[in-house]
């Protein structure tokens, strides 16, 4: 666990910032595609997109993320006691 505070933990919010850039830019692009009545739509389908992401993450993916090694050291499963 003592690589979340070192350099894991800086690489891994680097990343996070520039997926959150990247979630906003496609929403732009894809809000220039549509009508304008639709852009509203568009923006909120983005956001629920990022939303339902970040509670998939945080059930499933930082248990993988952060937990014992496991399978050859390629991925962590979560301790469950």
Known sequence: ??????????WF??????VWFMQAGFAMVETGFTR???????IMKNL???CLGTI???LL??????GEDALF????LPNLD
């Open 1 to 10: 666990m003592e690589g979340i505070y070192g350099s894991t933990g800086v």
């Open 48 to 50: 629920m997109d990022f």
């Open 13 to 18: 919010l680097i990343g996070a910032i520039l």
């Open 56 to 58: 998939v993450f945080v």
């Open 36 to 42: 304008a009545k639709n852009a509203g739509n568009i």
């Open 61 to 66: 993916g930082a248990g993988l993320m952060m």
């Open 73 to 76: 050291g390629l991925i962590g």
